[in-house]
């Protein structure tokens, strides 16, 4: 196992959270038919560790979260440390915070030219827990989500 740096756990949030931004694509592993499905996804906005991922509802992603909202997305820095966020996916219906991510959220406007695009659906992610893990470790830290 490689030697890593110890982590000063009042600093753990914030290095998750950086790890995130360096991160930019992160994973997203959603279930169909009691089998793992996986795929890259393109956070419209991030809020802490709630994590808001846009999505058209004709794709398979749509119906999985559907049939079963337990998610989990991986991100993986370029140096290879890892925050894994747990969670439920849930339909924004807030139409505030769905304008707020169409204002600034060029490629959304770009590719389905309005907010009221009945093809349009943003799943708000809420975490129920948060993982870390420096380089290749094997280890993982809890990350308080509160």
């Not at 592993?29 to 004709?58: G, Q």
């Not at 060029?106 to 009221?116: E, F, V």
């Not at 093809?119 to 509160?146: C, G, H, T």
Request: charged share 30%; glycine share 2%.
């Amino acid at each position: 196992m490689p030697e890593t740096k110890p982590i000063d756990s009042d600093k753990l949030p914030d290095i998750a959270k950086e790890c995130m931004k360096l991160a930019k694509f992160p994973q997203l592993a959603t279930i169909e038919n009691d089998k793992p499905r996986l795929r890259p996804v393109s956070p419209v906005k991030t809020d802490e560790f709630t994590v808001y991922v846009a999505n058209l509802k004709n794709y398979d992603k749509t119906a999985q979260i559907k049939a079963n909202p337990s998610v989990e997305l991986c991100y993986m820095s370029p140096d290879h440390d890892q925050v894994r966020i747990a969670g439920t996916a849930e339909i924004l219906e807030d139409e505030n915070e769905i304008q707020e991510i169409w204002e600034s959220n060029a490629l959304l406007r770009k590719y389905l030219g309005s907010p009221d695009n009945p093809q349009l659906i943003i799943y708000k992610i809420i975490p129920s827990s948060v993982r870390f893990m420096r380089e290749w470790a094997l280890e993982y830290y809890d990350v308080p989500i509160n």
